[in-house]
């Protein structure tokens, strides 16, 4: 088991590195950023000026240029980005003028409990849903169920969030539920059962439209396998012996239809990272996806460029924990 | 199949729930625990900057003995006292024994008390509430309550009075002002206010190292700040500036105490240090959610009213006017749409005082052509572009007449408003005379042409603004039926002011916020183009330079307001913007809240509200 | 199977001639009515992208004018149209004779039908390239502001044949109270949106955006994606390790942060986006097309081939992909919702298409935004086209997947 993980992680660093390279040759292909100020016109001599200061400014926050704006060649540039990553320093942030790290800090944990709450969400839906369809296959059950989740799956999130927070979240129709942010405003003077009522009442509209698509895919998923197994030898030889349905399906189906849904939670994380853009962007929550929202927008690069490798370094962790996790269910599952 | 729903079933069921309540719990118990962690180092953030001189503080008692704080007990105190008056050398002398009392003074209403919170919303989150370095209008919000100046402004006479200084003479040629500082005036970590700290804040205000350009460039006029003895300081200006006075006594005064650092440098490095001597103190900021500050315990002047006032930030309408109607916040800005629908429902209306004016502070929306690209060298093109836009129509439609047109750069209820000027009108016939007039005719692709010129441009407006983008959208179209193709690009705002301040644009929708008396030397005057300035659209008129430079140096205000009526006519001819509107202010206060009418001119300011015991909520 | 029933083509010896796997799996997917109509919907909605110019404008096709000559009859619609709306409607029609011309010799014998549909794909392109020429010599765009409804009001105009919906996409009511967030009406069926423009025009030019960016960013990705799975499926080892770890970590970054992170970079016109989710979505197709291309390298007739000494590409592409293709279509499919959703989202964040090109998601934003008012009636149509859209793509992926499941292929 030990020596798997090991071996695992040490196969994760090949990735990471091979990572850290693209996303480091994405953001050097930035145009305007080598010919600084060469393309502006001339004659407008301190806009040209001001323009050139911009763009140096850019270039001494991303490390192009040393401190008297010579160009540093760009093997050296990776190892000194590289070094500063190692120790935890992910550059500043050109729009909030604020270390990247203290954002990223600030912003992740809000995404991460929203996805992993939806995340269970999802699996109480799905896990169970997907189960009744197997059941129940080729009957009417199974059928509403495909095509209610193949419905789900396409309803756009963008209609279904502003569809949500127009009507449910809206003094004009239904107040409901609160439109922005993720706590009331007057935390400070609130009980612990009070705050937590509160933040489960602000993220519900968040959650909700963070975790319908995923029901479908999940499902789909535990329903194959389930069926698959439902037909196998040795649940028909568990039924022979004369045990109750019950214990057929719980022990021996489930059980054994429980690899895949371990994988899925793997698959799902990135899916739902980039979701959380469009979701927080809908409900003004302010994590990881409205902060990469704003940077894109305000051509943040170093943000830009920290939060690619951040959610990167995320979905690898989220896949090595689902491959322990799978080792740990069927040992017989080693790395190819 | 079969599969009935046993007893295990139920346990495994039950077993599953409560593992998933307990996650539940823990996750909601994290967030709680960082917000309480947040919140008190934040606390300790705060305490740290007033904790260095407690031991001051002792000493200052000692020496002084304890001393009641003179408020104005039971509004008996009045403005006795105050003298205004012009010594023989023809200088101006004002001073008041003690701090002026708001106007509408709320000490004397029946049902009047203290205490009690205010709670506000901010549309946006400040970066950094520092004081002078670049503003937000939320940082400004927030520093005007714990900063002060030397004068005030008051805002029914807009006379200057003196606030943190007793008394202060301004020669008669207007260049030199000295002020009498208040011996009584502690910054809120008990220090004296002295002169030395005016001229440490007038010194980091002007030190090139210190990051506030912006606010440094008003103040390129004076030419010295010095201290005489401990409670006098005289400002010298360069040249005579009808702003000087409310220049150097409004300059916001920081204790020399506080940001006194080793390396000016360092100023710039802080983001959350804001220590002034006004009657809050900024108590903890929680990102993303709010700004609390706190009654200032050593206030040396009238007792603040509001034990705290709270500055939530909500960035979307709908959700502030959610927040405002489940008495969240108290106070909030209407949209044109919201108002139109809640300002006569009764349920509302019970709940809440609404206000509609125009206040000296709304300011003008327009769009910026840059005279220095070739389809607006042209004097009469601007004017037709302007004829090509029906705002009145605009104004109804899309801010459902919730605004006044401009026809210049001043605001509509300043004094500094030429009221017999009519705005263009709309006359698109007239429109496509004077284009062919100057010059352009239709091409072979159905553009207008003037020699290798095709009148084709890009319209950058801030992409935050959905108004902004239909406004562009229709303008679009009215210029496309004269032949004009007008490109529509959405920019962040920070990317779009680089882009201004780089004068890389071909045309700029934006807005500036008014005041009581503008200055438009930044915006209008043809050299603040070179040292950028806000004159990006490389306005250059000479007669408007002539006028703008006899305006600053003008002290007599009816002499000045002529002139600026007649720069306003100029700039009207000249048409550097389409002047589009001013939109209403549109507030909805909650009642509890009393004594909120709006000044005439300035419009609504906490200074005189308050809440009877009866409606507190916060204790 | 109901297709084969035209006797008369069945005269050669030969018959019934043989049906590919591919037509086998395409008539099996075909079966269910839902499925049907869902092809015949997407059909439609492409139909609708390509033609909207001629279907939704507020100018006229026909209009008679008074100038000092008299009344003359001009075509402002078709000399509205870009030179690109020109080569577009060449361009599918092209396509669609290409289709029919398959459709319709299908059941021929193979040898003739070979040599016909390879004349007609000849003649059809030829005729396209030269149509193509023709246009681009001799169309100008022209830019056009007239505002011929209000020339025919003041009776400067007459005899005019509009398009069937009476509106462009970015023109509106005259200002007024009246004419902004109209309900639907007989003049505007849709209803109008909070700048007075034609709901439904803007729909229907919103649908070129969508199937635009789709299909062109899903070619880009095929094209992408056969290449390096194929490479990596065939040659195996060095290639294979090299290219799967290239799929792992471009995977590994959530699609729409590799998006935004692209945008941020490169821009983002209409091409820049086609081109950015081209480039992000290629690994899926990479990784299917692999897996097929290390089975099918071990088959027999692949074997055959190379020992019989047959360039590389001609394996590759002639004997190879056409067997290894259906996971990827299949895929296709999906990722074709998937780009859908991609585009309306960003336009929604307001870093999609420019406004004011109409899209989905910008229409979406306009209407649901939290920071504007919240009209229902101006939310639906979009949201619902979009949601059409994307479950049409869906149940055909599903379909198409059962049907080439080896287990059910009959």
């Known amino acids: 088991m030990l020596s798997y993980i090991i071996r695992r992680i040490l196969l994760m660093f090949p990735t990471l590195i091979g990572m850290t390279f693209i996303i480091f040759a994405v953001i050097r292909m930035a145009p305007g950023l080598t010919t600084a100020g060469a393309h502006f016109a001339p004659g407008m001599l301190g806009a040209h000026q001001s323009q050139l200061a911009e763009e140096h400014f850019m270039e001494r926050r991303l490390h192009l240029v040393n401190r008297h704006g010579q160009p540093i060649p760009l093997a050296i540039q990776y190892v000194q980005w590289i070094n500063r990553m190692i120790h935890g320093n992910l550059g500043t942030s050109i729009k909030f003028s604020e270390p990247v790290t203290k954002l990223v800090l600030q912003r992740l944990p809000v995404t991460l409990v929203i996805n992993v709450i939806s995340l269970i969400i999802i699996y109480l839906v799905a896990v169970p849903g997907g189960m009744l369809a197997a059941v129940y296959h080729g009957r009417l059950v199974d059928r509403a169920f495909g095509i209610g989740s193949l419905v789900l799956y396409s309803l756009p999130v963008i209609w279904v969030g502003s569809m949500a927070i127009g009507f449910l979240a809206n003094p004009d129709y239904l107040n409901w539920f609160p439109s922005a942010g993720l706590h009331a405003t007057n935390t400070s003077h609130m009980s612990y059962l009070q705050y937590v009522l509160d933040y489960a009442w602000h993220i519900t509209l968040p959650v909700l439209v963070l975790s319908y698509g995923g029901f479908a895919y999940l499902a789909k998923q535990v329903r194959g396998s389930y069926l698959e197994n439902l037909f196998m030898d040795f649940t028909r030889t568990a039924r022979a012996k004369g045990l109750p349905p019950s214990a057929v399906l719980l022990r021996h189906v489930t059980q054994n239809s429980m690899l895949p849904m371990i994988t899925i939670i793997g698959m799902t994380v990135p899916g739902l990272l980039g979701g959380s853009v469009i979701v927080e962007q809908i409900f003004s929550i302010q994590g990881m996806g409205r902060l990469m929202y704003q940077a894109t927008y305000a051509r943040d690069l170093p943000v830009i460029q920290s939060m690619a490798l951040v959610s990167a370094a995320i979905t690898l962790i989220c896949y090595l924990l689902v491959d322990i996790a799978y080792h740990a269910v069927d040992p017989r599952v080693t790395y190819d | ?619 | 199977m109901t297709e084969i029933t035209s006797p008369s083509l069945l005269e050669t010896p030969l018959a019934p001639p043989p049906r590919s796997y591919w037509s086998l799996a395409i008539g099996k997917m075909l079966r269910p009515w839902l499925v049907k109509l869902c092809v015949l919907y997407i059909g439609l909605v492409l139909l609708i992208s390509v033609m909207v110019p001629l279907i939704a404008s507020g100018k006229p096709y026909e209009i008679q004018i008074h100038t000092s000559h008299g009344w003359v009859t001009r075509f402002p619609l078709l000399v509205d149209l870009t030179t690109r709306d020109y080569l577009t409607f060449l361009a599918a029609a092209m396509l669609i004779g290409i289709i029919l011309a398959w459709r319709l010799t299908r059941h021929m014998e193979m040898q003739r039908r070979r040599q016909l549909r390879m004349t007609i794909a000849g003649v059809l392109i030829g005729a396209a390239a030269v149509g193509g020429a023709a246009v681009g010599i001799l169309h100008h765009n022209r830019f056009d502001g007239t505002d011929y409804r209000s020339l025919l009001k003041s009776g400067a105009a007459r005899g005019a044949v509009f398009a069937p919906i009476r509106w462009g996409y970015a023109e509106m009511e005259p200002l007024s109270k009246n004419a902004i967030n109209e309900l639907p009406s007989w003049h505007h069926w849709l209803g109008t949106d909070r700048s007075g423009r034609d709901v439904l025009s803007r729909m229907l030019w919103a649908s070129r955006v969508a199937m635009g960016i789709g299909f062109v960013s899903q070619a880009i990705a095929l094209t992408l994606g056969i290449l390096v799975g194929a490479l990596m499926g065939y040659f195996g080892s060095v290639f294979d390790l090299l290219g799967m770890r290239l799929v792992e970590m471009v995977e590994a970054i959530p699609t729409f942060f590799l998006i935004l992170t692209f945008i941020a970079i490169f821009g983002r016109s209409i091409l820049m986006i086609m081109i950015i989710l081209g480039v992000t979505g290629w690994t899926g197709y990479a990784r299917f097309l692999r897996a097929e291309f290390l089975r099918i390298r071990q088959l027999d007739y692949i074997v055959a081939a190379r020992a019989g000494g047959l360039p590389l590409w001609r394996i590759l592409f002639r004997h190879m992909l056409p067997n290894g293709l259906t996971p990827v279509l299949v895929s296709a499919s999906f990722g074709l919702a998937g780009a859908v959703t991609i585009e309306s989202s960003l336009s929604y964040l307001g870093i999609g298409v420019r406004p004011p090109t109409p899209s989905w998601g910008g229409m979406l934003n306009a209407a649901g935004n939290p920071a504007t008012v919240f009209h229902w009636f101006e939310a639906l149509p979009p949201g619902f086209a979009l949601f059409l859209i994307v479950l049409a793509f869906n149940i055909v992926g599903e379909a198409l997947r059962d049907a080439i499941d080896p287990k059910t292929l009959s």
Not at chain 2, 201 to 210: A, E, R
Not at chain 2, 496 to 523: C, T
């Open chain 2, 1 to 619: 199949m079969g599969n009935r729903f046993t007893v295990k079933d139920f346990i495994f069921l039950c077993i599953f729930i409560v593992i998933v309540v307990i996650l539940g719990f823990t996750l909601g118990s994290y967030n709680y625990l960082t917000h309480q962690v947040a919140g008190l180092r934040s606390d300790l953030q705060s305490m740290e900057a007033q904790q260095t001189s407690e031991l001051y503080v002792l000493k200052s008692i000692q020496r002084t003995g304890l001393r009641t704080r003179r408020g104005p007990a039971g509004g008996k105190s009045t403005a006795t006292g105050d003298v205004r008056k012009t010594l023989p050398n023809g200088s101006r002398y004002v001073m008041f024994p003690n701090p002026p009392l708001p106007p509408y003074n709320p000490y004397t209403k029946p049902d009047f008390a203290y205490g009690d919170w205010l709670v506000e919303s901010l549309d946006s989150e400040p970066n950094r509430i520092m004081p002078y370095v670049p503003q937000s209008e939320s940082a400004a919000t927030i520093q005007a309550s714990v900063l002060e100046s030397l004068l005030v402004r008051n805002p029914l006479t807009l006379k200057y009075d003196p606030w943190l200084a007793r008394s202060y003479t301004m020669s008669k040629n207007g260049l030199k002002i000295t002020f009498v500082i208040r011996r009584r005036a502690r910054f809120s970590n008990g220090q004296p206010v002295l002169a030395r700290d005016v001229v440490f804040s007038y010194d980091t205000l002007m030190n090139p190292k210190v990051n506030c350009a912006p606010l440094r460039s008003y103040y390129t006029d004076i030419k010295s700040c010095r201290a005489l003895s401990a409670h006098r300081v005289v400002f010298t200006f360069k040249q005579p500036y009808f702003k000087a006075l409310g220049m150097a006594g409004g300059l916001p005064i920081i204790p020399k105490s506080v940001y006194g650092f080793p390396k000016i440098s360092q100023f710039n490095s802080h983001g959350k240090l804001l220590v002034g001597s006004g009657p809050y103190v900024l108590k903890r900021w929680t990102a993303g959610q709010q700004i609390v500050l706190t009654r200032n315990p050593r206030y040396w002047g009238p007792r603040p009213i509001f034990n705290r006032l709270v500055y939530r930030f909500i960035t979307n309408p709908q959700a502030s006017l959610q927040s405002l109607l489940a008495g969240q916040i108290d106070a909030d800005g209407l949209e044109p749409s919201q108002w139109l629908k809640y300002h006569r429902k009764k349920s509302f209306l019970t709940k809440f005082t609404t206000y509609k004016y125009l206040s000296s502070a709304s300011g003008y929306n327009f769009i910026c052509w840059n005279l220095t690209k070739p389809w607006f060298k042209d004097r009469r093109t601007r004017v037709a572009l302007a004829m090509l836009v029906n705002e009145p129509a605009m104004i109804k439609t899309f801010m459902h007449g919730l605004a006044v047109q401009n026809t210049g750069p001043f605001n509509p209820v300043s004094p500094q408003n030429n009221r017999h000027i009519k705005p263009i009108a709309y006359d698109p016939a007239m429109a496509q005379t004077l284009l062919k007039k100057a010059g352009w005719t239709r091409g072979a692709d159905g553009l207008l042409e003037r020699g290798k010129t095709t009148f084709r441009f890009g319209l950058t407006i801030p992409s935050q603004f959905p108004l902004g983008k239909r406004i562009a959208e229709y303008i679009k179209q009215q210029f496309a039926s004269a032949g004009i193709d007008m490109q529509i690009n959405p920019l962040d705002f920070t990317t779009l002011l680089q882009k201004i301040n780089h004068r890389h644009f071909d045309a700029v929708m934006l807005g500036w916020s008014g005041s009581i008396e503008n200055d438009p030397y930044q915006i209008w005057y043809s050299g603040s183009y070179k040292n950028e300035g806000s004159n990006a659209g490389d306005f250059d008129d000479p007669l408007a330079d002539k006028l703008i430079i006899e305006g600053r140096r003008t002290l007599n205000l009816r002499k000045r307001m002529h002139i600026w009526h007649k720069l306003q006519a100029e700039i009207y001819r000249q048409q550097p913007y389409l002047f589009m509107f001013t939109a209403y202010d549109l507030i909805a206060i909650n009642k509890r809240i009393k004594n909120t009418k709006p000044y005439p001119v300035t419009g609504i300011a906490p200074a005189d509200w308050f809440v009877p015991l009866a409606l507190q909520k916060y204790r």
